[in-house]
Each structure stands twice: as structure tokens, then as C-alpha cells.
């Protein structure tokens, strides 16, 4: 914890010496971080798509995050690179590679540990082992995590390690999203616990064994790292992932708003302040804090702010060429132009999960196109409505680059999960408990926000969770003139909607408990469904209105 400064009555020649004492017996750590890179090898736009140097400036990559790194490495001490999760899913790349990208581009920068976040598991435990794990040379950490019904993981993670830097120990302890069943495919036979408690577990063995400077470094959001950072005692800094959050100390470098100050000072409940920090997201930034220590392991001093990996920092010849050399696997598999865009589609986090999104309207508008099969004296299509959870959506589509061109490559950035685009019938009060659970957390970067087509919304993010849908619409299909319908909550919907929220992903289990019917299977895959439909429709259809 950054210790409280108390008031010295001393002589100024007493307090000089003492002073200088605290200098002389003070220790700095360096820590550089980074969180949810999804699988960006190479250089991006700076919306983290597919980068366009003729036409915009790039940012990110392995090959620039290496020379940066080694740059800090040359000119300080007591240097450790992290990562807090999810370095997979989100390019071609780990489509491909299946995650072998990852473990042989994080051994070649050398990180010192790194902790599992929900999306490690999206090709089950196997997937995660093969060809990751057993590549890896740094500690993979989770403390929350219980893999005894699980041997094949099970001794691959630990839940915390210590690292001896300059003759000083310093304790890392992980930890994972509680909520990786609902989010991954972690599989049955992974119990995911509560972070707070496995991590003070951890904690208390580490201060138990004499070390007293500890890091939690994980993959929960900013809201259960501040949590942390509050109630989890001797803990000196959180490093986070998942939420995406953007810390700045002064004037941002680049487009990103920041949620607060780099470091986020958290009041601890056990007296002091605890640093927060996180890096945004997809290898844009490089987190950068120095932490002075006292004798006693108490932080005096944090300090730092993420550094943007522009155009003015070189890339690595090495990695470069090395980025290259994979690359070339890629070019066949990726580069069909399937699509033509004339304008920007908007995939960012910041749109997609807080509102209406352009490219998520055109991937419901693609899959209600797809499913427009019939008409008879009833009704002039089966299905009308889609929802999408906006966390699906993973980058957006430059229409600067290749001139509008949309290929393979980037509907798999987009869209990389894979499944099925199914069926379900709901009756309204289904219907309405989806959207109320949307916006439950509305403002916290989480993935649950939905994109419709055929459905017009109107929230009242200043009611209390649970009561924040003000009006539900859906178009009509028994009808000769389509128009927007009241929902009615004994009235059975036909709703097409991805796979993953037919399972319960990102916490519909309403979905998935209560639909009355579930088709799969007959329809094109996902990035099947966008190939065929690439049109964009930019109408508004999700409002928030002024409370009343």
C-alpha cells in the first residue's frame, strides 16, 4: 500500500539525515503491463483494426511493444513484464494459430508471468494446454481457479509465484473473472471461485513466507480490481484486464477517454492506498509503473502512465521479420474479398457496449436477411427481430483500408467466436428480461449490452437495475405492412440470435432456461451469414431517454 506520510518534529539537520536515510534504504520496481491484446501481432489502426499506412498511422504490434520494452529494460532496474489475460481470440491470427502465436511472440518479449483470463478458455481446457501451456516459459497464475477434476490443467497455473529481482522477493498472485463459465468454454469440470477471498488467501501465504511487496495481477474488470485494491489485506498494487479501461494521469495521447487517473488510487479498508492501473487494450499501450518501496515493503511512491505505441516508437527488426514469417501462413486463408464498405463500420468497445453500433446493426440486419424464407396469407416472414451481444463484436472495419474491401480476415476480427446463428422462440416477458439484464450494469464495459435489428428500445439508465426498459418493440410478421409492435408479455417472439446466448452467455441464462422452442443448425455459420448481406443499414434504433 502507498504508505501514509506522518508529521516529523525533528531538527532539519535530523530530518536531512533521516531523509537521506529513506532514500538510501528505498528499492524501485519497475512494472510494465499489459491486458487483452487479443491476438494483435501486427500493427493496427487506431480503432485496433486492420492498420492502412498509406492512408492513417499505425500502432501496436509485437514488433514495437518488443523495442520498447527492451528500451525501458536498458535504461532501469528491477524491470517486469506482465500481462493481466486474454491474450487470445480477436484476428486471423489466433483462428490460425490457435494461440501458438501467443506463446511464441510473449516468450520472445520475455514476460515475467502472466495471469489466465475468460477468453484463454474459448477453445476448452485442451485448447488452452496444447498450444499454449506447454510452450510457455513464465508462470501462468490463477488463484480462483480449482482444476482437481480437471488433470490435464490441473499443475499447469499456479495460483501465485514469487520472483526474485535485485535479491528482493516480490509475490505475483492471479486471478480470473468469476464469470468465465457464462463468457467461455471453460468446460464443467473448472470451478471458478470468488476472486476477493482466493486472493487474500494467497496473500496471507505469501506475507507468511516473509514476502511483503505483492502484486494481484488478473482478469475481473476495473470494478472487482478496485474491490481488490480495497478489501484483500497486505496487498502493495492490482493490475487488471477484461473492462478495456483506459488510465491517464493528464492529456491523453491518442483518441482513448481515460475512466481515471493512471495510477487509481483506491482507499484501502485496512488503512494507506492501493494503486490500480490497467492498459486499455489490443497492445496499444504499454503500461509503465515505478513503485518505490520502503525497508518495510510499504509503497511510498507510484508513478507512471501507459505509453502509446505509436509511429514514434521503431519496431524491432527481429520481431518484425519474424511477424513476417508467420504471417505468410495467413495469406491464402485470409484474404478473399468477400464485402465492399463506403463507410467506417464501428466495432469499438465503446460503442458497441454502451449503444447502438453501426456494425452491429449490420450483423442482425445480416442475420434477418439470412433468414428471410417465406410468405403466406399470414404472415410475410417467419422472424423479424435479432438481438447480438455487443461483447461479440470484437473491432471495427476501416473504410480506408483496401478501399472499402472486406475480406475473410476481417469478419474474422470481428466476429472470431465461431458458433451458430439459431432460432428461439421467447414470450415477451422473456423478451423484456433480456433487455433489463443489458443495461444491468450499463457503463461497466461488460459485453451483455445487446444490437438488434427489428426491435426499437427505449432505457432509462437513471431507474434502478431491473426497471431501466421504458418501451419494447418488435416488428410485426403476421402482418401485410410491417410496423413496430408494443411487446406484449404473454406473446410468444421468433428471435434469431447467436449460439452462445441460446447457452446463456454473458449471463441470458433467461434465454436459455425459458425459450419455448430452439432450432440450430439450419443456417450458415456466422461469418457464413455476414458474407452473404453487405449492405449496412445505419437507422437508429436503441434510444435513451431523459429521465422523467
Given at each position: 500500500?502507498?504508505a501514509?506520510?506522518?508529521?516529523?518534529?525533528?531538527?532539519?539537520?535530523?530530518?536531512?539525515?533521516?531523509?537521506?536515510?529513506?532514500?538510501?534504504?528505498a528499492?524501485?520496481?519497475?512494472?510494465?503491463?499489459?491486458?487483452?491484446?487479443?491476438?494483435?501481432?501486427?500493427?493496427?489502426?487506431?480503432?485496433?483494426?486492420?492498420c492502412?499506412p498509406?492512408?492513417?498511422?499505425?500502432?501496436?504490434?509485437?514488433?514495437?511493444?518488443?523495442w520498447?520494452?527492451?528500451?525501458?529494460?536498458?535504461?532501469?532496474?528491477?524491470?517486469?513484464?506482465?500481462d493481466?489475460?486474454?491474450?487470445?481470440?480477436?484476428s486471423?491470427?489466433?483462428n490460425?494459430y490457435?494461440g501458438?502465436?501467443?506463446?511464441?511472440?510473449?516468450?520472445?518479449l520475455?514476460y515475467?508471468?502472466m495471469?489466465?483470463?475468460?477468453?484463454?478458455?474459448?477453445?476448452?481446457?485442451?485448447?488452452?494446454?496444447?498450444?499454449?501451456?506447454?510452450?510457455?516459459?513464465?508462470?501462468?497464475?490463477s488463484?480462483?481457479?480449482?482444476?482437481?477434476?480437471?488433470?490435464?490443467?490441473?499443475?499447469?497455473?499456479?495460483p501465485y509465484k514469487?520472483?526474485?529481482?535485485?535479491?528482493q522477493?516480490?509475490?505475483?498472485?492471479?486471478?480470473?473473472?468469476?464469470?468465465?463459465?457464462?463468457?467461455?468454454?471453460?468446460?464443467?469440470?473448472?470451478?471458478?471461485?470468488?476472486?476477493?477471498?482466493?486472493?487474500?488467501?494467497?496473500?496471507?501465504?505469501?506475507?507468511?513466507?516473509?514476502?511483503?511487496?505483492?502484486?494481484?495481477?488478473?482478469?475481473?474488470?476495473?470494478?472487482?480490481?478496485?474491490?481488490?485494491?480495497?478489501?484483500?489485506?497486505?496487498?502493495?498494487?492490482?493490475?487488471?484486464?477484461h473492462t478495456?479501461?483506459?488510465?491517464?494521469?493528464?492529456?491523453?495521447?491518442?483518441?482513448?477517454?481515460?475512466?481515471?487517473d493512471?495510477?487509481?488510487?483506491?482507499?484501502?479498508?485496512?488503512?494507506?492506498?492501493?494503486?490500480?492501473?490497467?492498459?486499455?487494450?489490443?497492445?496499444?499501450?504499454?503500461?509503465?509503473?515505478?513503485?518505490?518501496?520502503?525497508?518495510?515493503?510499504?509503497?511510498?511512491?507510484?508513478?507512471?502512465?501507459p505509453?502509446?505505441?505509436?509511429?514514434?516508437?521503431?519496431?524491432?527488426?527481429?520481431?518484425?521479420a519474424?511477424?513476417?514469417?508467420?504471417?505468410?501462413?495467413?495469406?491464402?486463408?485470409?484474404?478473399?474479398?468477400?464485402?465492399?464498405?463506403?463507410?467506417?463500420?464501428?466495432?469499438?468497445?465503446?460503442?458497441?457496449?454502451?449503444?447502438?453500433?453501426n456494425?452491429?446493426?449490420?450483423?442482425?440486419?445480416?442475420?434477418?436477411?439470412?433468414?428471410?424464407k417465406?410468405?403466406?396469407?399470414?404472415?410475410?416472414?417467419?422472424?423479424?427481430?435479432?438481438?447480438?451481444?455487443?461483447?461479440?463484436?470484437?473491432?471495427?472495419?476501416d473504410?480506408r483500408?483496401?478501399?472499402?474491401?472486406?475480406?475473410?480476415?476481417?469478419?474474422?476480427?470481428?466476429?472470431?467466436?465461431?458458433?451458430?446463428?439459431?432460432?428461439?422462440?421467447?414470450?415477451?416477458?422473456?423478451?423484456?428480461s433480456?433487455?433489463?439484464?443489458?443495461?444491468?450494469?450499463?457503463?461497466?464495459?461488460?459485453?451483455?449490452?445487446?444490437?438488434v435489428?427489428?426491435?426499437?428500445?427505449?432505457?432509462?439508465l437513471?431507474?434502478?437495475p431491473?426497471?431501466?426498459?421504458?418501451?419494447?418493440r418488435?416488428?410485426?410478421?403476421e402482418?401485410?405492412v410491417?410496423r413496430?409492435?408494443?411487446?406484449?408479455?404473454?406473446?410468444?417472439?421468433?428471435?434469431?440470435?447467436?449460439?452462445?446466448?441460446?447457452?446463456?452467455?454473458?449471463?441470458?441464462?433467461?434465454?436459455?432456461?425459458?425459450?419455448?422452442?430452439?432450432?440450430?443448425?439450419?443456417?450458415?455459420?456466422?461469418?457464413?451469414?455476414?458474407?452473404?448481406?453487405?449492405s449496412?443499414?445505419?437507422?437508429r434504433?436503441?434510444c435513451?431517454?431523459?429521465?422523467?
Amino acid at each position: 500500500m502507498v504508505a501514509p506520510r506522518g508529521t516529523r518534529r525533528t531538527l532539519p539537520l535530523l530530518c536531512l539525515l533521516v531523509v537521506c536515510l529513506d532514500r538510501t534504504l528505498a528499492w524501485d520496481l519497475v512494472l510494465l503491463h499489459t491486458n487483452d491484446v487479443h491476438a494483435r501481432m501486427e500493427p493496427t489502426s487506431s480503432e485496433s483494426g486492420k492498420c492502412a499506412p498509406a492512408k492513417a498511422p499505425c500502432f501496436a504490434g509485437v514488433a514495437r511493444r518488443y523495442w520498447q520494452v527492451n528500451e525501458i529494460r536498458n535504461r532501469e532496474k528491477n524491470v517486469l513484464l506482465l500481462d493481466a489475460g486474454d491474450q487470445f481470440q480477436g484476428s486471423v491470427w489466433f483462428n490460425f494459430y490457435k494461440g501458438a502465436e501467443a506463446a511464441f511472440f510473449m516468450n520472445r518479449l520475455r514476460y515475467d508471468a502472466m495471469a489466465l483470463g475468460n477468453h484463454e478458455f474459448d477453445n476448452g481446457v485442451e485448447g488452452l494446454v496444447k498450444p499454449f501451456l506447454e510452450d510457455v516459459r513464465f508462470p501462468v497464475l490463477s488463484a480462483n481457479l480449482n482444476a482437481i477434476l480437471a488433470p490435464k490443467i490441473d499443475g499447469r497455473f499456479e495460483p501465485y509465484k514469487i520472483l526474485t529481482v535485485d535479491g528482493q522477493e516480490v509475490g505475483i498472485v492471479g486471478y480470473t473473472s468469476q464469470e468465465t463459465p457464462s463468457l467461455s468454454q471453460p468446460g464443467p469440470n473448472l470451478v471458478f471461485g470468488e476472486e476477493v477471498a482466493a486472493v487474500q488467501l494467497q496473500v496471507d501465504k505469501l506475507l507468511t513466507l516473509g514476502v511483503n511487496k505483492i502484486i494481484a495481477l488478473g482478469h475481473s474488470g476495473f470494478t472487482k480490481d478496485q474491490e481488490i485494491a480495497r478489501k484483500v489485506r497486505g496487498l502493495d498494487v492490482v493490475i487488471g484486464g477484461h473492462t478495456n479501461t483506459f488510465l491517464y494521469t493528464g492529456t491523453p495521447p491518442s483518441t482513448e477517454v481515460p475512466a481515471g487517473d493512471y495510477p487509481f488510487l483506491v482507499q484501502s479498508d485496512h488503512g494507506g492506498t492501493v494503486p490500480v492501473v490497467q492498459a486499455y487494450a489490443f497492445g496499444k499501450y504499454l503500461g509503465h509503473l515505478k513503485l518505490t518501496f520502503d525497508q518495510e515493503g510499504n509503497v511510498m511512491e507510484a508513478k507512471g502512465n501507459p505509453i502509446l505505441l505509436d509511429s514514434n516508437v521503431p519496431e524491432d527488426a527481429s520481431v518484425a521479420a519474424e511477424v513476417l514469417t508467420w504471417r505468410q501462413n495467413l495469406t491464402v486463408y485470409s484474404s478473399k474479398t468477400v464485402g465492399k464498405t463506403l463507410v467506417f463500420l464501428n466495432g469499438t468497445f465503446e460503442e458497441c457496449r454502451f449503444r447502438e453500433c453501426n456494425l452491429g446493426n449490420l450483423i442482425c440486419d445480416a442475420m434477418i436477411h439470412n433468414n428471410i424464407k417465406y410468405a403466406d396469407e399470414l404472415q410475410w416472414n417467419h422472424v423479424a427481430a435479432c438481438i447480438l451481444n455487443g461483447g461479440s463484436v470484437r473491432t471495427s472495419i476501416d473504410e480506408r483500408s483496401a478501399d472499402g474491401d472486406i475480406t475473410v480476415e476481417d469478419l474474422l476480427a470481428v466476429m472470431p467466436f465461431g458458433g451458430t446463428f439459431d432460432l428461439v422462440q421467447l414470450s415477451g416477458a422473456t423478451l423484456l428480461s433480456a433487455f433489463e439484464h443489458a443495461v444491468r450494469r450499463h457503463g461497466q464495459s461488460t459485453g451483455e449490452f445487446l444490437q438488434v435489428s427489428g426491435i426499437r428500445v427505449v432505457y432509462d439508465l437513471s431507474r434502478p437495475p431491473g426497471a431501466r426498459v421504458r418501451s419494447l418493440r418488435v416488428l410485426c410478421t403476421e402482418c401485410r405492412v410491417p410496423r413496430y409492435e408494443p411487446v406484449d408479455r404473454g406473446a410468444l417472439y421468433r428471435v434469431v440470435l447467436p449460439s452462445y446466448l441460446v447457452a446463456g452467455g454473458d449471463g441470458f441464462s433467461m434465454i436459455r432456461d425459458e425459450n419455448v422452442k430452439h432450432d440450430s443448425g439450419e443456417w450458415p455459420g456466422r461469418r457464413g451469414v455476414a458474407v452473404g448481406y453487405t449492405s449496412c443499414s445505419l437507422e437508429r434504433i436503441l434510444c435513451f431517454s431523459d429521465p422523467v
